[in-house]
């Protein structure tokens, strides 16, 4: 079983950045289908925010996120970025990592399944 950890969460300003790092330990991550990054804000339902697939490298991104985040893989490292730039108040949440070890049919689409989550880091953007 992979744990995962995630780290880089803080505090910023609105405008500025952070790099969250997710990195696994038990399994590599070449094992799995994809990796992603969820969110969840106070009061809110978790959502997704990004993900990669781990053999093409393909990438995915909520639309409230798409060319303000990046996520990025480090194969020797078993690690998993996502770069966040241009932060917005309404990103701040508690960012979790998850590893999806295969993948299933939703809306006729070929999405990740996650089986694996890290425990998460806080990000808080300041207005």
């Known amino acids: 079983q992979v744990q995962l950890v995630e780290s880089g969460g803080g505090l910023v300003q609105a405008g500025g950045s952070l790099r969250l790092s997710c990195a696994a330990s038990?399994?590599?991550?070449?094992?799995?289908?994809?990796i992603g990054w969820f969110r969840q804000a106070p009061g809110k339902e978790r959502e997704f925010v990004a993900h990669i697939t781990w053999s093409r490298g393909s990438t995915d991104y909520a639309d409230s996120v798409k060319g303000r985040f990046t996520i990025s893989r480090d194969n020797a490292k078993n690690t998993v970025f996502l770069q966040m730039n241009s932060l917005q108040s309404e990103d701040t949440a508690v960012y979790y990592c998850?590893?999806?070890?295969?993948?299933?049919?939703?809306?006729?689409?070929?999405?990740?399944?996650?089986?694996?989550w890290g425990q998460g880091t806080q990000v808080t953007v300041s207005s």
């Open positions: 038990g399994r590599t991550f070449s094992t799995y289908y994809a």
């Open positions: 998850a590893a999806a070890a295969s993948w299933r049919m939703y809306g006729g689409n070929i999405r990740p399944a996650y089986d694996s």
